[in-house]
């Protein structure tokens, strides 16, 4: 090529023309390394059934065979595809005679030949096996067919057998990355294996797709280099051109410089013909889309629209009318499956302007331009008709025309009704559209669902579910099903007869069901009454997502401490953190929890129906609320024993686990210009389960310190930083501000002892809220108050860590008053209803035994003379109370055993009148003493039994110390001694005790092992979240007042049964007596 032919091009080469910013990175470097190198990986490999075309001036031009008349077809389209990669959009510029076709194109053509000629299976050439080729998407020919069904095989197509034999699935083959057949030797071993196995070893090699170093195009073995005949050598007195003089000619050829040597186009060269570069380049890309069947031509446009505007609405991939239309960044349009398609095989950039362009870039083009292209008239076809049609409904019309041809062919003159039925053309008999599987019914109603979909997106902004269901009312409507009618109207209109998701989710987690007996009962009750009354699964989870924490925005200020700002956090790993407590040791537990502060948030917009209704009722308004809302927290934390669960084969293993809890007590603000605040909310039942919420779940027992202290840390820090805070969080459709007040009173003896860093409850230090001594406390059970703190727990930790003083361990425990470890979490000091209640009923259990056996008379008794007095109580209790033995005591026990009626029994077996009486006396007081302690708001409740509890306690002493003497001589247990001592200064302080208990908590023990049963899986992990989850939801507020609301109701729940029509469907709601 000359100097100005160079110039020429470079000056009509659109992207040479472009603004430097638009350039691609590596455009110049690309052009620079053709112009230097030369690469040979661009020509086309010669082919095994290709002729080598003769030596002389137009060796270096290819000439690809085998086109027939598709190519002269595609030669008089409107349109060229040359501009795919040249730029130009006009025919006369991508079909002038300086032009180059594009090397990809014809490298891609060049690579799915050579696959044509290979084997899916095993690689090696078609030509190598011998014996037919078999398609691998094609459909089994008789004999293959035959033969497999008498070994079993009931196999239909290829793809079936080779999955099952080879393990290969080929059902998402590409036409550009895989070959398309598979040779006569994996035909014998697929028929040898019967269709289900094989037994020769095919290596099935992996296809990758066309890269510059493929190794189909460019193989490095030179024995695989030569495919079909040789080349021929030229004559050895022939002249032999340098490289450069070859590259110049054959540019000069290419390009159509040199027309004398140009063949015409009737001009043969070997078995293949001629054709033009344009004409090429489209049949390669025909080769890629494969859109000839599906898209409309652009011929059908009528001669009359300008060709600018026809360019505008005809793909620039195919050169045929949009269809699914989508735009890259560039503004350019293709069809979306010609993009998708040219994407994958040449790379992901623009076809018109070589910009990137990944498919994740395309996006729909504007309504406006749609409706245009929408109404394009199109030129029908067909002879004799010569209509101007719709683009969106000439499929339609092109439909209307061929079962017309098919009518007359088929069908005399006259015609009956029975004449419009389907017509079965053999095989099996035509199945009902709804005994089809959902796939087949996508593909009959195909043609349809493309209809009401341009229609939704015409006339109802593409709403399409409203169009069908306006469509299936209408048809009920004719049909005189009005009560169905009725049905799918109301669904519409959001009032149907379906319960609501709250409903549906409380009734799965208040009854425990797991997934496959909820999707059960849901597909039952469906089957049985036709309608859907419970909601599927995929609602419920839905619905769940708004009540478990990380679900509502929220904002700390100041922000918190060491604590991530993210909101949308749910369910993480307790064990977070693990290598930086616990001296790099492998964790040996495993934990699951809520962030601390994400779940207070999910617990205050729980209760904000609660907390607004509080406020009207107080009469606060929005204006007077500036100071912000103080919310008071219990926490709880307790050890819930063994809880293994035997899943599968093998030995139960014991599990302990240890749960981490907390109760919104109470929510008060303080309005502008009052002195006292105002309580909005208080929690109706603090030591009910239902109000408990879990943070965190561990399997760990709860006497291992070190692994309780690095679980909880974190738990401890997120707890410190917000009591500096303030949280900002949305409530009542206001940004509201609240604080937070910590209040760790649901432990008992043990748990205190662990986080408080004492020693174990056998101590001689008894209390942990004073520093007596076991013998000082039994001396003076009465005159006593609360000495110890977290604080001074600490200060007491460092001088037993650093023993300044240098003492002795005796004296060195005496001064740190039984503080021997660290304590970690600080803890209300006070005393827990629930586990005094249960430690002096084991007291007094122990009291009715001695009394039994005269212990006062005879002290020191034997072992077995102690089993038989223990015996004879139990059979006792068991005959006049139906008070069954235990063999630890627990809080139901406790609450029968320690009442008037059971001492009356007890008193039967006691041989002494005068110690009966004194049984009666001691637990008469202890009966106007308990009120006390357990009561929610005991100065309300009981305050006569409040007035009289030091006198009370004082006698209390007093006989212990005298009648019961022998017992109590320098001992005494240690809730005995905080019942007598510390009661009355704990409620002066905190005006209760029992609504401080850990009875909540201790309640939830049974729910996690119904959870955990409800939940089972092969993964703890999974399992501890699960239990989790439902445990959380089946504390909250929202559910609770939806299971209150339709509890009382059983017209949902008849309705499920008994399908009959109701007059009124207004409360309409459910019973579900057997599940609660």
Same mark, same amino acid.
């Given at each position: 090529?000359?100097?100005?032919?160079?110039a020429?091009?470079?000056?009509e080469?659109?992207? !040479?023309s472009m603004?430097?910013?638009?350039?691609?990175?590596?455009?110049?470097?690309?052009?620079?390394?053709?112009?230097?190198?030369r690469?040979?990986?661009m020509?086309?490999?010669?082919?095994?059934?290709?002729v080598q075309?003769?030596?002389?001036p137009?060796?270096?031009?290819?000439?690809?065979?085998?086109?027939?008349?598709?190519?002269?077809?595609?030669v008089?389209?409107?349109g060229?595809?040359?501009?795919?990669?040249?730029?130009s959009?006009?025919?006369?510029?991508v079909?002038?005679?300086?032009?180059?076709?594009?090397?990809?194109?014809?490298?891609?053509?060049t690579?799915?030949?050579?696959?044509?000629?290979?084997?899916?299976?095993c690689?090696?050439a078609?030509?190598?096996?011998?014996g037919p080729?078999?398609?691998v998407?094609?459909?089994?020919?008789e004999?293959?067919?035959?033969?497999?069904?008498r070994?079993g095989?009931k196999?239909?197509?290829?793809s079936?057998?080779?999955?099952?034999?080879?393990?290969?699935?080929?059902t998402g083959?590409?036409?550009?990355?895989?070959?398309?057949?598979?040779?006569?030797?994996?035909?014998t071993a697929?028929?040898?294996?019967?269709?289900?196995?094989?037994?020769?070893?095919?290596?099935v090699?992996?296809?990758?797709p066309?890269?510059?170093?493929?190794?189909?195009c460019?193989?490095?073995k030179p024995?695989l280099?030569?495919?079909?005949?040789?080349?021929?050598?030229?004559?050895?007195?022939?002249?032999?051109?340098?490289?450069?003089?070859?590259?110049?000619?054959?540019?000069?050829?290419?390009?159509?410089?040199?027309k004398a040597?140009?063949?015409?186009?009737?001009?043969?060269?070997?078995?293949?013909?001629?054709?033009?570069?344009?004409?090429?380049?489209?049949q390669?890309?025909?080769?890629?889309?494969?859109?000839?069947?599906d898209?409309?031509?652009?011929?059908l446009?009528?001669?009359?629209?300008?060709?600018?505007?026809?360019?505008?609405?005809?793909c620039?991939?195919?050169d045929?009318?949009?269809?699914?239309?989508?735009?890259?960044?560039?503004?350019?349009?293709?069809?979306?499956g010609?993009?998708?398609?040219?994407?994958?095989?040449?790379g992901?950039?623009?076809?018109?302007?070589?910009?990137?362009?990944?498919?994740?870039?395309?996006?729909t083009?504007?309504?406006?331009?749609?409706?245009?292209?929408h109404?394009?008239?199109?030129?029908?076809?067909?002879?004799?008709?010569?209509?101007l049609?719709?683009?969106?409904?000439?499929?339609?019309?092109?439909?209307?025309h061929?079962?017309e041809?098919?009518?007359?062919?088929?069908?005399?003159?006259?015609?009956?009704a029975?004449?419009?039925?389907?017509?079965?053309?053999?095989?099996?008999?035509?199945?009902?559209l709804?005994?089809?599987?959902?796939r087949?019914?996508?593909?009959?109603?195909k043609?349809?669902?493309?209809?009401?979909?341009?229609f939704?997106?015409?006339?109802?902004g593409g709403?399409?579910?409203s169009?069908?269901?306006?469509?299936?009312?209408?048809?009920?409507?004719?049909g005189?099903?009005h009560?169905?009618?009725?049905?799918?109207e109301?669904?519409?209109?959001?009032?149907?007869?379906?319960?609501?998701?709250?409903?549906?989710l409380a009734?799965?987690v208040?009854?425990?069901?797991?997934?496959?007996q909820?999707?059960?009962?849901?597909?039952?009750?469906?089957a049985?009454?036709g309608?859907?009354?419970?909601?599927?699964?995929?609602?419920?989870? $839905?619905?769940?997502?708004?009540?478990?924490?990380?679900?509502?925005?929220?904002?700390?200020?100041?922000a918190?401490?060491?604590?991530?700002?993210?909101?949308?956090?749910?369910?993480?790993?307790?064990?977070?953190?693990?290598t930086?407590?616990?001296d790099?040791?492998p964790?040996d537990?495993?934990?699951?929890?809520?962030?601390y502060?994400?779940?207070l948030?999910?617990?205050?917009?729980?209760?904000?129906?609660?907390?607004?209704?509080g406020?009207?009722e107080?009469?606060l308004?929005?204006?007077?609320?500036t100071?912000g809302?103080?919310?008071?927290?219990?926490?709880s934390?307790?050890?819930?024993?063994?809880v293994?669960?035997?899943?599968?084969?093998?030995?139960?293993?014991?599990?302990?686990?240890?749960?981490?809890?907390?109760?919104?007590?109470?929510?008060s603000?303080?309005?502008?210009?009052?002195?006292?605040a105002?309580?909005?909310?208080?929690e109706?039942?603090?030591?009910?389960?239902?109000?408990?919420?879990?943070?965190?779940?561990?399997?760990?027992?709860?006497?291992?310190?070190e692994?309780?202290?690095?679980?909880?840390g974190?738990?401890?820090?997120?707890?410190?930083?917000?009591?500096n805070?303030?949280?900002? !969080?949305a409530?009542?459709?206001?940004p509201?501000?609240?604080?937070?007040h910590f209040?760790?009173?649901?432990?008992?003896?043990?748990?205190?002892?662990?986080?408080?860093?004492?020693e174990?409850s056998?101590?001689?230090?008894v209390?942990t809220?004073?520093?007596?001594?076991?013998?000082?406390?039994?001396?003076?059970?009465?005159?006593h108050?609360?000495?110890?703190?977290h604080d001074?727990?600490?200060?007491?930790y460092?001088?037993?860590r650093? $023993?300044?003083?240098?003492e002795?361990?005796?004296?060195?425990?005496d001064?740190v008053?039984?503080?021997?470890a660290?304590?970690?979490?600080e803890?209300q000091?006070?005393?827990?209803?629930?586990?005094?209640?249960?430690?002096?009923?084991t007291e007094?259990?122990?009291?009715f035994?001695?009394?039994?056996?005269?212990?006062?008379?005879?002290?020191?008794?034997?072992r077995?003379?102690?089993?038989s007095?223990r015996?004879a109580l139990?059979?006792?209790?068991?005959?006049?109370m139906?008070?069954?033995?235990?063999?630890?005591?627990?809080? $139901?026990?406790?609450?029968?055993?320690?009442?008037?009626?059971?001492?009356?029994?007890?008193c039967?077996l006691?041989p002494?009148?005068?110690?009966?009486?004194?049984?009666?006396?001691?637990m008469?007081l202890? !009966?106007?003493?308990?009120?006390v302690?357990?009561?929610?708001?005991?100065?309300?409740?009981?305050?006569?039994?409040?007035?009289?509890?030091?006198?009370?306690?004082?006698?209390?002493a007093?006989?212990l110390?005298?009648?019961?003497?022998?017992?109590?001589?320098?001992?005494?247990?240690n809730?005995?001694?905080k019942?007598?001592?510390?009661?009355?200064e704990?409620?002066?302080?905190?005006?209760?005790?029992?609504?401080?208990?850990?009875?909540?908590?201790?309640?939830?023990?049974?729910?996690?092992r119904?959870f955990?049963?409800?939940?089972?899986?092969?993964?703890?992990?999974?399992?501890?979240?699960?239990v989790?989850?439902?445990?959380?939801?089946?504390?909250?507020?929202?559910?609770?007042?939806?299971?209150?609301?339709?509890?009382n109701?059983?017209?949902?729940f008849?309705?499920?049964?008994?399908p009959v029509?109701?007059?009124d469907?207004?409360d309409?709601s459910?019973?579900?007596?057997?599940?609660?």
């Open positions: 090529m000359g100097t100005k032919a160079r020429h091009n470079m000056g080469d659109p992207r !040479l603004p430097a910013e638009l350039h691609h990175p590596h455009a110049k470097f690309s052009n620079w390394k053709f112009k230097l190198f690469v040979k990986s020509e086309r490999a010669p082919l095994p059934g290709d075309p003769e030596t002389g137009l060796a270096g031009v290819v000439t690809p065979s085998g086109l027939g008349e598709t190519v002269e077809e595609v008089g389209l409107p060229s595809v040359m501009s795919l990669c040249l730029g959009k006009s025919k006369e510029n079909e002038g005679p300086e032009q180059r076709v594009d090397l990809k194109l014809q490298e891609m053509d690579h799915m030949n050579h696959l044509r000629c290979l084997c899916r299976l690689g090696t078609l030509r190598k096996a011998k080729e078999h398609e998407q094609g459909s089994l020919d004999a293959s067919r035959g033969a497999l069904r070994m095989c196999a239909t197509v290829w079936e057998v080779i999955l099952k034999v080879f393990k290969v699935d080929v083959d590409l036409e550009t990355l895989h070959p398309l057949s598979f040779c006569h030797r994996c035909w697929a028929m040898r294996g019967g269709g289900f196995c094989s037994f020769s070893r095919t290596r090699p992996a296809w990758r066309h890269s510059p170093l493929c190794p189909l460019h193989p490095r024995s280099q030569r495919r079909g005949r040789k080349r021929r050598k030229p004559p050895r007195g022939a002249q032999r051109l340098t490289k450069r003089t070859k590259w110049d000619l054959q540019d000069s050829t290419a390009t159509g410089e040199k040597g140009k063949p015409g186009p009737d001009h043969h060269q070997g078995p293949g013909r001629w054709v033009r570069p344009s004409a090429q380049k489209a390669w890309v025909k080769t890629i889309t494969h859109c000839q069947q898209h409309f031509s652009a011929r446009l009528p001669d009359k629209l300008p060709v600018d505007f026809q360019n505008s609405v005809t620039q991939v195919c045929h009318l949009l269809s699914d239309p989508v735009q890259s960044p560039c503004r350019h349009l293709f069809c979306r010609c993009i998708l398609k040219y994407s994958r095989v040449l992901a950039h623009c076809p018109a302007c070589t910009l990137p362009c990944s498919p994740a870039d395309l996006t083009p504007t309504k406006a331009f749609l409706a245009v292209l109404s394009l008239p199109l030129l029908c076809p067909r002879e004799g008709c010569g209509e049609v719709r683009l969106d409904l000439f499929r339609a019309h092109c439909l209307a061929q079962l041809e098919e009518e007359k062919d088929q069908w005399p003159p006259e015609r009956s029975n004449s419009y039925l389907p017509v079965n053309k053999g095989g099996r008999p035509r199945q009902h709804l005994s089809l599987t959902r087949a019914q996508k593909h009959r109603l043609d349809l669902k493309t209809h009401v979909k341009m939704a997106d015409k006339e109802e709403d399409i579910k169009v069908c269901l306006t469509l299936f009312l209408l048809a009920l409507r004719a005189n099903e009560r169905q009618a009725d049905e799918l109301a669904m519409m209109q959001g009032r149907g007869f379906g319960l609501h998701p709250a409903v549906c009734i799965r208040n009854t425990f069901l797991s997934c496959s909820y999707h059960k009962m849901y597909r039952t009750v469906k049985t009454s309608r859907q009354i419970f909601q599927p699964l995929h609602t419920l989870r $839905n619905a769940e997502k708004e009540l478990l924490p990380g679900y509502h925005p929220f904002e700390w200020q100041p918190l401490r060491n604590v991530s700002p993210a909101c949308q956090v749910g369910i993480i790993d307790g064990l977070s953190g693990w930086a407590s616990v790099d040791s964790a537990t495993i934990s699951r929890r809520f962030r502060d994400v779940a948030v999910s617990a205050l917009k729980d209760l904000e129906e609660d907390i607004v209704e406020l009207r107080h009469g308004e929005d204006s007077s609320c100071s809302f103080t919310v008071t927290i219990k926490e934390c307790d050890g819930m024993g063994d293994s669960e035997k899943h599968g084969g093998g030995p139960a293993i014991p599990e302990k686990a240890v749960r981490f809890s907390f109760t919104v007590m109470s929510v603000v303080l309005a502008e210009g009052e002195e006292e105002v309580t909005v909310f208080r109706q039942k603090p030591n009910s389960e239902m109000s408990c919420k879990p943070l965190c779940l561990m399997f760990v027992d709860e006497s291992d310190h692994t309780l202290t690095a679980i909880l974190p738990v401890v820090a997120e707890r410190n930083a917000m009591k805070s303030r949280l900002i !969080l409530m009542g459709g206001l509201r501000s609240f604080r937070f209040r760790g009173t649901g432990y008992d003896e043990k748990m205190v002892r662990e986080m408080e860093g004492l174990a056998g101590s001689t230090y209390c809220l004073c520093d007596a001594t076991r013998a000082e406390a039994s001396q003076n059970m009465v005159l108050s609360v000495t110890r703190s001074e727990n600490l200060d007491r460092e001088m037993w650093s $023993n300044p003083y240098s002795s361990a005796d004296e060195l425990r001064r008053k039984g503080v021997s660290k304590p970690f979490m803890t000091p006070t005393l827990d209803a629930l586990h005094c209640d249960i430690g002096n009923a007094f259990y122990k009291i035994q001695d009394e039994i056996g005269e212990v006062h008379c005879r002290p020191n008794p034997s077995e003379e102690r089993r007095w015996a139990d059979k006792q209790l068991r005959k006049k139906k008070l069954k033995p235990v063999m630890r005591m627990n809080g $139901n026990f406790a609450r029968r055993l320690m009442t008037a009626e059971a001492v009356e029994v007890v039967e006691v002494s009148q005068q110690r009966s009486e004194a049984l009666r006396e001691l008469n202890y !009966l106007q003493m308990k009120p302690w357990r009561a929610t708001c005991p100065a309300k409740e009981c305050p006569d039994q409040l007035c009289r509890y030091s006198f009370n306690s004082q006698r209390f007093d006989l110390s005298s009648t019961f003497k022998y017992r109590y001589d320098g001992k005494i247990t809730y005995l001694h019942t007598l001592a510390h009661v009355p704990i409620i002066e302080r905190d005006g209760s005790i029992g609504a401080w208990a850990s009875e909540g908590n201790e309640s939830g023990n049974k729910l996690f119904r955990r049963k409800m939940n089972a899986r092969q993964s703890k992990a999974f399992e501890l979240e699960d989790l989850k439902h445990h959380w939801l089946y504390t909250s507020k929202y559910l609770q007042k939806f299971m209150e609301a339709h509890r109701s059983a017209k949902a008849q309705a499920t049964i008994d029509e109701t007059q469907d207004t309409m459910l019973d579900v007596p057997d599940f609660l």
